[in-house]
């Protein structure tokens, strides 16, 4: 089993990273956080353990990122959480290669949840 230690966050509503960073380092988790996705496919490379990332982000949609992210053989294998305010783009974000699919607003027992089956 691998061990969630190190999350990347990313998403242009401040404060959505602000709160969620809170909850996460509550938790335990060491979270790198920005709020320009174009940084996400070059900060994967550091390796965290899980990419947590919303899908619509000013000027580049994450879906994109995500496909860049899971194109890399050096990133390939780091688990993409996919988060948007819309159910109806869940389908869409899996195709492009998300692991994993959060509606927001989510509990933090469903965050936690979902970060926990991504580390098995």
């Known amino acids: 089993m691998r ?3 190190r999350i990347l966050l990313a998403d242009d509503d401040v404060g959505i990273v602000d709160s969620t960073t809170m909850l996460l380092e509550m938790m335990g988790y060491n979270v790198d956080s920005t709020l320009d996705g174009s940084t996400v496919p ?5 390796s965290p ?3 947590i990332m919303d899908i619509w ?20 294998k780091i688990p993409v959480l996919m988060i948007s305010a819309s159910k109806d783009i869940k389908a869409s ?9 959060l509606e927001k607003p989510f509990e933090l027992q469903e965050l936690i949840d ?7």
Not at 59 to 75: E, L, M, Q
């Open 114 to 120: 979902t970060i926990e089956k991504l580390a098995n």
């Open 3 to 5: 061990k969630v230690k």
């Open 93 to 101: 974000a899996m195709e492009s290669g998300a692991d994993a699919f």
């Open 57 to 76: 982000m000013a000027g580049i949609d994450g879906r994109d990122i995500c496909r860049i992210i899971k194109n890399d053989p050096v990133t390939s």
């Open 49 to 51: 353990d899980l990419v």
């Open 42 to 46: 070059q900060a994967a490379t550091s």
